[in-house]
């Protein structure tokens, strides 16, 4: 990318600016498929997430294993009404995990419902 902008500010011929300008086209052809693809994930992850928020903000006794994301997803529990406790190790034989993270990124965070 450095390498466009140093082209589109040379003062030579036109030949450097056609370079710059065929690589900055390359550039958003590598780059579209992989933004398109990510923020469908996006879309699709905060929908999810907001099901899975207001399913739990109907919940009573809710469990929560932040493992690394206390802050950012406790804030985010809060913000959306659900009432929980937070715990180092969930007691129920399978735990919910919620869309915090990636698939397959370890240590999501996951919720266990007591009755």
């Not at 710059?20 to 693809?37: C, D, E, G, Q």
């Not at 928020?53 to 932040?66: H, I, P």
């Not at 206390?70 to 995990?97: D, S, T, Y």
């Amino acid at each position: 990318m450095f390498g466009v902008a140093i082209g589109f500010a040379a003062d030579r011929g036109g030949g450097v600016r056609t370079l710059s300008w065929i690589l900055a086209a390359l550039l958003l052809v590598n780059v579209l498929p992989i933004a398109i693809v990510h923020y469908r994930w996006e879309v699709e992850a905060t929908r999810t997430t907001n099901q899975q928020m207001a399913w739990l903000r109907d919940e009573t006794n809710v469990d929560v294993d932040f493992w690394y994301f206390r802050e950012p997803f406790g804030e985010r529990l809060k913000a959306a009404g659900v009432r929980f406790i937070p715990v180092q190790a969930l007691q129920c034989p399978v735990p919910m995990e919620l869309m915090s993270v990636s698939p397959g990124y370890p240590e999501a965070v996951r919720v266990c419902i007591k009755e």
